[in-house]
């Protein structure tokens, strides 16, 4: 079975930007749709972004629509998340997710779910 483990967080000034990256070991990264979940403390987690095995296709919650973007590198079992223009609400734990489905809801938003978790890596942005 895949694995996942995290890097890149850490603390940013508001309007900001970092990278995170997710490597995987184990299993056929190539073939999994992977992506990246968020938990702000006392809330759930939330779905941020998400790639298709291919790279062909990308999905992302509105509320990181246009300042992130993901992408994977399957040579190097890799994914990212290029985080740009950082707000203060951005501040979470960072998941990467590997080995689930993506969808697109008919009434609007994006839905999805991993079987495979990393550790997270904590994102904390700054005023």
């Known amino acids: 079975q895949v694995q996942l483990v995290e890097s890149g967080g850490g603390l940013v000034q508001a309007g900001g930007s970092l990278r995170l990256s997710c490597a995987a070991s184990?299993?056929?990264?190539?073939?999994?749709?992977v992506g990246w979940f968020r938990q702000a403390p006392g809330k759930e987690r939330e779905f941020v972004a998400a790639?298709?095995?291919?790279?062909?296709?990308?999905y992302y919650a509105d509320s990181v629509k246009g300042r992130f973007t993901i992408s994977r590198d399957n040579a190097e079992n890799r994914v990212y998340l290029e985080m740009s223009s950082l707000k203060i609400e951005d501040t979470a734990v960072y998941y990467c997710?590997?080995?689930?489905?993506?969808?697109?809801?008919?009434?609007?938003?994006?839905?999805?779910?991993?079987?495979?978790w990393g550790q997270g890596t904590q994102v904390t942005v700054s005023s």
């Open positions: 997710g590997a080995d689930g489905w993506v969808t697109y809801y008919s009434g609007g938003g994006v839905g999805a779910d991993f079987n495979v």
């Open positions: 184990g299993g056929t990264f190539s073939t999994y749709t």
């Open positions: 790639i298709s095995y291919s790279g062909e296709r990308e």
